[in-house]
């Protein structure tokens, strides 16, 4: 897939030829390969690795998927949130997929509060999972380390996750490396429930992003990009201003080599080249020759132009979306009402088969 951005191809995302609506593509369902479910918590503001490694491929995927996409504010409680400042971030989020080239006419895109069957089926499946099992979850035992205090959302964190997959009975989760576990745990608990309570549920299939889709920090590279980094150096912001972009470009961690070439082993100068490649579908061989007899240096000012530009569009989208809230509110009704579809429909069967009323 590849389209047109000012001078530049890229190979990324932003396929507009399809213009059937949400609706339309319900009734079409034999034609989907399936339901797909992901979503990001609202910690940071996303980056260019949850552009690259995510949001883009979601993007392709409301093609040939019936998508359910959503905003997990809910999840973002266990960490320490001003409240202030979560709900501007939620409708932040929501704009940037949307800028992203999320379409909310192709997918179900929502928050995830405005669908209260999350909390519901949250409770019944905390029910059928061992404590035990969850303590051996390793996020939450990163996440608990040195903590005085661990609140049991910490570690209830993956039920409420096994809940927003199996409200919409996805089949296939779009995930990091690093959620992988968690979805494992979902599968388990897809076993539990279905012993107890009879047959509803399947299990779903964790779809983890290629390695080239991988984007590392710029601080350190061998270290994902992280939105919740707190060392904010490491991360490209897709809200970045071009200033702060271009600095942080420049001063990326690389190594004290000095030609571009790519090579697994430098891990600052392939990550950049990385950048530089899915942002302009050129390939490490083309990148190569344009810098040839350059340095490290003039690649980190080349990659800065192209980031700068490639964002431009997304943050004009983003500040337009912001300024018109009433538009923005009833974009995320319609994305919940889609939502609640499905989500309701589910919990009443699940109801049924545990006998409550
Ligand atoms: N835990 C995921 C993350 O890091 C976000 C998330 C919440 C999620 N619920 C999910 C992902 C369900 C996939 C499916 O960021």
């Given at each position: 897939?590849?389209?047109?951005?000012?001078?530049?191809?890229?190979?990324?995302?932003?396929?507009?030829?399809?213009?059937?609506?949400?609706?339309?593509?319900?009734?079409?369902?034999?034609?989907?390969?399936?339901?797909?479910?992901?979503g990001?918590?609202?910690?940071?503001?996303?980056?260019?690795?949850?552009?690259?490694?995510?949001?883009?491929?979601?993007?392709?995927?409301?093609?040939?998927?019936?998508?359910?996409?959503?905003?997990?504010?809910?999840?973002?409680?266990?960490?320490?949130?001003?409240?202030?400042?979560?709900?501007?971030?939620?409708?932040?989020?929501?704009?940037?997929?949307?800028?992203?080239?999320?379409?909310?006419?192709?997918c179900?895109?929502?928050?995830?509060?405005?669908?209260?069957?999350?909390?519901?089926?949250?409770?019944?499946?905390?029910?059928?999972?061992?404590?035990?099992?969850?303590?051996?979850?390793?996020?939450?035992?990163?996440?608990?380390?040195?903590?005085?205090?661990?609140?049991?959302?910490?570690?209830?964190?993956?039920?409420?996750m096994?809940?927003?997959?199996?409200?919409?009975?996805?089949?296939?989760?779009?995930?990091?490396?690093?959620?992988?576990?968690?979805?494992?745990?979902?599968r388990?608990?897809?076993?539990?429930?279905?012993n107890?309570?009879?047959?509803?549920?399947?299990?779903?299939?964790?779809?983890?992003?290629p390695?080239?889709?991988?984007?590392?920090?710029l601080?350190?590279?061998?270290?994902?990009?992280?939105?919740?980094?707190?060392?904010?150096?490491?991360m490209?912001?897709?809200?970045?201003?071009?200033?702060?972009?271009?600095?942080?470009?420049?001063?990326?961690?690389?190594?004290?080599?000095?030609?571009?070439?790519?090579?697994?082993?430098?891990?600052?100068?392939?990550?950049?080249?990385?950048?530089?490649?899915?942002?302009?579908?050129?390939s490490?061989?083309?990148?190569?020759?344009?810098?040839?007899?350059?340095?490290?240096?003039?690649?980190?000012?080349?990659?800065?132009?192209?980031?700068?530009?490639?964002?431009?569009?997304?943050?004009?989208?983003?500040?337009?979306?912001?300024?018109?809230?009433?538009?923005?509110?009833?974009?995320?009704?319609?994305?919940?009402?889609?939502?609640?579809?499905?989500?309701?429909?589910?919990?009443?069967?699940?109801?049924?088969?545990?006998?409550?009323?």
């Amino acid at each position: 897939m590849s389209f047109t951005m000012g001078h530049r191809r890229t190979n990324m995302i932003l396929d507009f030829r399809a213009n059937h609506c949400y609706v339309d593509g319900m009734k079409n369902n034999q034609a989907k390969k399936g339901t797909v479910l992901s979503g990001s918590t609202t910690s940071g503001d996303l980056t260019l690795g949850n552009y690259i490694g995510a949001v883009s491929q979601w993007t392709k995927m409301t093609e040939d998927y019936d998508a359910y996409f959503m905003v997990a504010n809910l999840h973002s409680l266990t960490d320490h949130q001003d409240p202030k400042e979560l709900r501007e971030r939620t409708l932040s989020f929501y704009a940037q997929y949307i800028a992203l080239g999320l379409d909310p006419a192709k997918c179900a895109l929502f928050v995830q509060s405005m669908v209260p069957e999350h909390a519901e089926l949250n409770w019944v499946l905390t029910n059928i999972t061992p404590i035990g099992q969850l303590e051996r979850m390793t996020q939450f035992k990163d996440k608990s380390e040195n903590k005085k205090q661990i609140n049991a959302g910490l570690l209830m964190y993956p039920v409420l996750m096994a809940a927003d997959i199996l409200l919409y009975r996805a089949d296939f989760v779009p995930v990091g490396q690093d959620q992988k576990q968690h979805i494992e745990l979902c599968r388990d608990m897809v076993k539990y429930f279905n012993n107890r309570f009879g047959d509803v549920f399947k299990e779903p299939a964790p779809l983890i992003a290629p390695k080239g889709a991988k984007i590392m920090s710029l601080a350190d590279p061998t270290k994902k990009m992280s939105k919740s980094d707190p060392d904010k150096n490491g991360m490209i912001s897709i809200l970045d201003d071009p200033k702060v972009l271009e600095k942080k470009l420049k001063r990326a961690v690389t190594d004290s080599g000095t030609v571009v070439k790519y090579d697994e082993n430098s891990a600052g100068i392939a990550n950049l080249m990385t950048i530089y490649s899915v942002l302009t579908g050129k390939s490490y061989a083309e990148i190569e020759k344009d810098f040839e007899g350059k340095m490290y240096g003039h690649l980190k000012v080349g990659l800065a132009e192209v980031v700068i530009e490639t964002l431009k569009p997304v943050q004009a989208k983003h500040r337009e979306l912001m300024a018109n809230r009433d538009h923005l509110a009833s974009l995320m009704k319609q994305g919940a009402e889609a939502a609640r579809a499905k989500a309701s429909e589910t919990l009443r069967l699940v109801y049924d088969h545990a006998g409550i009323l």
